[in-house]
C-alpha cells in the first residue's frame, strides 16, 4: 500500500461516508484498512490475518483470490465492455447466464431479470407483482406482506420491505401498500412451546393479516427462508410449507428473498424449496458472482412470465446495469467453481452438518444461551444467565463487545443486538471449521472477562 494506515483512515474519514455506521463511535480509533484475502482469510494494513466468519457481506461463497474470476472479468472487458438490453439488444453472458439461473431454480421457472444488487431486485418484484395484478385486472391488489426484522435492501422500497425499525425510523414515510407480521422467531417468542406448533402458529399470522387487509387486496408475501440480516433467524420446519398453503388458499404469490440463502449457503442452489415452499419470485445476488462484481436479479416464474411477458406487453422498469456482460461472465465463472468443487452438496452434507455439531458445542460457554446453525449460517445468543434466560441490559451492548473482541482476535462475527451470527465461505473445510470455532470460543471468554471485570 502505498499509503500509511494512518494516511488512508484520515482520508476514509474526512470523505467517505460509511453504510451502516455509527461515524461518532470510528473517531479518533480510525476504520481498519482491509488490503487483501485468500482462501477464507482476509488481512489489513497492518498485516494482521482475521478470519472471516461472514464471507465478506454474507457473499463470498468461493472464498478469496479466485483467479478464474479475475480472468472472466478480463476476458469479457476485451470483448465487450458494456452493452445494455433495452434496446431490444443482448449479449452472450446474459443469456446464457440466465438459463443457467432458471435451470438451477427448477421447472417451475422460465426466465431471469438482472439488476445490480439484492435492494434493485427487491423493488424489481414489488413493481413486477403489482404489474402483474394490473396486467390480470385487478390493480387493487396491490398491498405485501413482509415480516419484522427482515432486511430486504436499502433503496426506499427495500427499507419499507424490509421489517427493520431502525430504517423504519428514518429517511421519511415509508412506502404505501406493506404490511409486516412477526418473525418465526422460536427462541424469543415461545421458547416453551413446541418447536414445529409454533411454526404452524407463526405462519398463522400470515393468514390473519390476509384477513385484516382483505384477501383481493394482497398481491404478495416476502420473506428469507431463514431470515440473515435479522439474527440468522431459523424457522421451525412447518413454517414455510403452511406459509405456502396460506398463499395457496388466497392465491398470493409468494416472493423468495434467496440474497443470502441462494447459490449453496443452506446446502442448496435455491433453498425454498427444499424447505416446503413454492415460490413465484426468487431475489438473488451475493452469492451468484461470490461478491467479486456487483448482480442480483429476480428468477421470474412461469405463472408471472406468462402474464407479464406473455400478455402484459412493455414491463416499464429496468437499470443500465441489467445483464452487465462483465457481471454476467463472472457469475458463470463463479457458477462453473461452485459446481466443479461440489460446494452445495458439500456444505448440505458434510461442512453444514460438521458446523452444526461445532457450534452446538458452543452452547457450554457460559454466555451462549442458544446456538444455531443451517447450511453456512449461524447465529449464537448471548445472555446473562441462561438458566433463568435473563438477557443483558441492551445499553451494555453485549453484542458490540464481543463483536470487537472478535476483530481484536482475527475473527469476523456480525452482532446483531445480543445475537452473534457467522456466515463463513462455501468453501470452509473441516479444519477451516475448527480454527473459526476455536476463535469464536477466544473471543467469548474474552468477552466474558470483560464484562465480569
Ligand atoms: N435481501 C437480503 C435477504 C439481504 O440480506 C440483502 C443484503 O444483505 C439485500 C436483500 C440487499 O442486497 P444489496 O445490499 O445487494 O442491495
Known amino acids: 500500500m502505498s499509503l500509511t494506515t494512518r494516511e488512508v483512515q484520515a482520508l476514509d474519514s474526512a470523505h467517505y461516508m460509511h453504510p451502516f455506521t455509527d461515524h461518532q463511535s470510528l473517531a479518533g480509533k480510525g476504520a481498519r484498512v482491509i488490503t487483501r484475502g485468500k482462501g477464507v482469510y482476509v488481512w489489513d494494513s497492518e498485516d494482521n490475518e482475521i478470519f472471516d466468519g461472514m464471507s465478506g457481506l454474507w457473499c463470498v461463497n468461493v472464498g478469496y483470490g479466485r483467479q478464474e474470476l479475475v480472468e472472466a472479468a478480463a476476458r469479457q472487458m476485451e470483448v465487450l465492455p458494456y452493452y445494455n ?15 443457467r439461473i432458471v435451470g438451477l431454480a427448477g421447472a ?5 431479470f438482472f439488476s445490480s444488487s439484492g435492494s434493485e431486485s427487491n423493488d424489481t418484484n414489488v413493481r413486477l407483482v403489482r404489474h402483474y395484478w394490473a396486467t390480470l385486472g385487478q390493480p387493487e391488489r396491490n398491498v405485501i406482506i413482509s415480516r419484522k426484522n427482515a432486511y430486504h435492501g436499502s433503496t426506499v422500497c427495500g ?3 424490509g421489517g427493520m425499525s431502525g430504517m423504519h425510523a428514518q429517511g421519511g414515510p415509508m412506502v404505501p401498500g406493506i404490511e409486516h407480521i412477526q418473525q418465526p422467531y422460536h427462541f424469543e417468542l415461545a421458547p416453551d412451546m413446541d418447536r414445529d406448533a409454533f411454526g404452524i402458529e407463526a405462519a398463522g399470522w400470515l393468514e390473519q393479516k390476509i384477513l385484516a387487509v382483505g384477501p383481493e387486496k394482497v398481491a404478495a408475501f416476502i420473506g428469507e427462508p431463514v431470515q440473515g440480516a435479522g ?13 405456502q398453503r396460506i398463499c395457496d388458499k388466497y392465491g398470493i404469490l409468494l416472493i423468495c428473498d434467496e ?21 413465484d419470485l426468487i431475489t438473488f445476488a451475493k452469492g451468484v458472482t461470490s461478491g467479486y462484481i456487483p448482480l442480483g436479479g429476480v428468477v421470474v416464474g412461469k405463472r408471472v412470465a406468462d402474464v407479464v411477458i406473455g400478455q402484459g406487453g412493455e414491463f416499464n422498469h429496468g437499470y443500465t446495469y441489467s445483464g452487465h456482460p462483465v457481471a454476467c461472465a463472472v457469475a458463470l465463472a463463479n457458477l462453473d467453481i461452485i459446481e466443479r468443487e461440489g460446494l452445495v452438496d458439500r456444505v448440505r452434507e458434510e461442512t453444514g452438518p460438521y458446523l452444526a455439531e461445532q457450534f452446538a458445542a458452543l452452547s457450554e460457554h457460559p454466555l451462549v444461551a ?23 441490559d441492551s445499553s451494555l451492548e453485549v453484542g458490540m463487545i464481543c463483536r470487537d473482541h472478535c476483530f481484536a482476535n482475527g475473527l469476523v462475527m456480525r452482532a446483531v443486538g445480543d445475537r452473534m451470527i457467522i456466515a463463513p465461505p462455501l468453501v470452509c473445510t473441516k479444519s477451516d471449521i475448527d480454527e473459526l470455532i476455536k476463535r469464536v470460543r477466544i473471543c467469548l471468554d474474552a468477552t466474558l472477562k470483560d464484562i465480569q471485570s
Request: hydrophobic fraction near 50%.
Open 85 to 99: 438490453s433495452f434496446f431490444q439488444t443482448t449479449n452472450l453472458p446474459a443469456a446464457q447466464l440466465a438459463e
Open 108 to 112: 417451475r421457472f422460465s426466465h431471469v
Open 159 to 161: 427499507a419499507a420491505l
Open 231 to 243: 439474527g440468522v433467524i431459523i424457522p421451525p420446519k412447518t413454517y414455510w410449507p403452511e406459509i
Open 259 to 279: 440474497v443470502i440463502c441462494g447459490f449453496g449457503r443452506l446446502g442448496a442452489w435455491f433453498s425454498a424449496e427444499m424447505m416446503g415452499a413454492k415460490p
Open 370 to 392: 442458544g446456538a444455531e446453525t443451517f447450511g453456512m449460517v449461524g447465529g449464537l445468543v448471548l445472555m446473562k444467565d441462561k438458566a433463568s434466560r435473563t438477557p443483558f
